[in-house]
């Protein structure tokens, strides 16, 4: 059974940093391709990061290039989205997905409950 977990929101000033995490079980994270999206009130489901699981190769939105790094760790079988420079159009709930195939673009078929991130003064 695909469980994924997230954690690591919260309020931070614009220009603060956060880590997110996504701990999974059910598969073996990098069997397959990972990633991140995120939901605003009022606006589509927005990709921001995908991982290959052949290589790693790592592909983000451009509204977030240069900003956030995506991770991974085999040991742990946990996911992370670094987010640097953060601006308050980054303020959505944060999902971290897979579909259980080993490339990216993700469909994402399993996600997990989310976690919120609040940019704001």
């Known amino acids: 059974q695909v469980q994924l977990v997230e954690s690591g929101g919260g309020l931070v000033q614009p220009g603060g940093s956060l880590r997110l995490s996504c701990a999974a079980s059910?598969?073996?994270?990098?069997?397959?391709?990972i990633g991140w999206y995120r939901q605003a009130p009022g606006k589509e489901r927005e990709g921001v990061a995908c991982m290959d699981s052949s290589d790693g190769s790592t592909y983000y939105a451009a509204s977030v290039k240069g900003r956030f790094t995506f991770s991974r760790d085999k040991d742990k079988n946990t996911m992370y989205l670094q987010m640097n420079s953060l601006k308050s159009e980054d303020t959505a709930v944060y999902y971290c997905a897979t579909d259980l195939e080993r490339r990216c673009p993700l469909l994402y078929s399993y996600w997990g409950q989310g976690t919120q991130v609040t940019v704001s003064s």
């Open positions: 059910g598969f073996t994270l990098d069997y397959y391709a």
